[in-house]
């Protein structure tokens, strides 16, 4: 089946530490994103990429970088930078595609999601 | 900033009866879509409305949209126990990025 698979499924980072979240699809979307929910919240765009060796910033890129050396991947690594706002946090990261670059008639299609805890 | 505001925030009925959410926008759209999410999955897309669209069916799902009032609504007829989920509406603001709303929990006691 085509879809979008999301590793890990949970992830424990460290303050000061890098860790990279994994998206992959085989669905041949051109565009694909990042979000991140907090609990109980909508979801905050952090990155999104139209093509290939190329991504922008979304409302909340500070302390994550990208990469989109193919068309079916686009990993998303968490900095050291990003600050948390407390001592013992969690968020939940959404990979997520669409058919159509500038075509906003299509549905994006959702992974299942990281849950990243910060100890 | 949210684009798309859900209301209620919260919701809980029993199984059979139906259930109503709202979604107010700010800015003229040019399609708007509910999605679904069960609790720590992604989301699943349930429907889009154009804006030259007054009313959709999905199913059990009934969408509204009235681009005056900048609104829509989604009504699920019949409720389930299994349509226990987080619902947003989300909107789109510049080629094919979106923005979503804080969602509602709907919750259906069997």
């Known amino acids: 089946d085509g879809g979008i698979t999301q590793s890990p499924k949970y992830l424990f980072r460290k303050e000061g530490q890098n860790v990279t979240l994994s998206c992959e699809q085989n669905?041949?979307?051109?565009?694909m994103y990042w979000y991140r929910q907090d609990p109980g919240q909508g979801l905050r765009l952090i990155y999104y990429?139209?093509?290939?060796?190329?991504?922008?910033?979304?409302?909340i890129a500070e302390g994550y970088s990208v990469s989109r050396e193919k068309k079916e991947s686009f990993p998303l690594t968490v900095t050291s930078a990003q600050k948390n706002p407390t001592a013992f946090y969690y968020a939940f990261y959404l990979c997520?595609?669409?058919?159509?670059?500038?075509?906003?008639?299509?549905?994006?299609?959702f992974g299942d999601g990281t849950r990243l805890s910060i100890l | 900033s949210q684009q798309g505001e859900e209301d209620p925030q919260a919701l809980s009925i029993q199984e059979g009866e139906n259930a109503t959410m709202n979604c107010s926008y700010k800015?003229?759209?040019?399609?708007l879509q509910w999605y679904r999410q069960n609790s720590g999955r992604g989301l699943v897309h349930l429907i889009l409305?154009?804006?030259?669209?007054r009313e959709k069916h999905s199913g059990r799902l009934r969408v509204t949209l009235d681009t005056s009032k900048k609104s829509s609504s989604l009504l699920i007829t019949a409720s389930r126990a299994a349509d226990t989920a987080s619902y947003f509406c989300?909107?789109?603001?510049?080629?094919?990025?979106?923005?979503f709303g804080a969602g509602t929990i709907l919750r259906v006691k069997s």
């Open positions: 997520a595609s669409s058919s159509s670059v500038g075509d906003s008639n299509q549905p994006q299609h």
């Open positions: 669905l041949n979307h051109d565009a």
């Open positions: 990429s139209q093509i290939v060796n190329d991504f922008q910033k979304g409302d």
């Open positions: 800015t003229s759209i040019n399609n």
């Open positions: 409305i154009r804006s030259n669209e």
């Open positions: 989300a909107t789109p603001r510049g080629g094919n990025k979106l923005v």
